[in-house]
Nanobody, 121 residues
């Protein structure tokens, strides 16, 4: 079984920065695409950024230019660096990944429990 654990959320003032981490543990053979998503109060969950094993990244929407996704394949960990935070970035942030526990098995999507980011003065 594979678990994803996010960390790094909290309260930050507008214009500030936070770095979220997502660590995968358990029976891991390989990790395919990994990403960050968020869900603001009263809104649907949306994708924030994704990264492939080869290092290709895509940051989408209103966070482009302010957020950066990176991954450390050796540690099965990926990060979301968030700069110039705005109140509208307030949300629960989730990490997710396509994980395979054995070379013979298909990739399955695994989600973390979420970490709250609050941007407020």
């Amino acid at each position: 079984q594979v678990q994803l654990v996010e960390s790094g959320g909290g309260l930050v003032r507008p214009g500030g920065s936070l770095r979220l981490s997502c660590a995968a543990s358990g029976s891991i053979f390989s990790i395919n695409t990994m990403g960050w998503y968020r869900q603001a109060p009263g809104k649907q969950r949306e994708v924030v950024a994704v990264a492939t094993p080869g290092g290709d990244t895509n940051v989408v929407g209103s966070v482009k230019g302010r957020f950066t996704i990176s991954r450390d394949n050796a540690k099965n960990t990926w990060y979301l660096q968030m700069n110039s935070l705005k109140p509208e970035d307030t949300a629960v942030y989730y990490c997710a990944a396509e994980v395979r526990s054995d070379s013979r098995w298909p990739f399955v999507e695994v989600w973390g429990q979420g970490t709250l980011v609050t941007v407020s003065s």
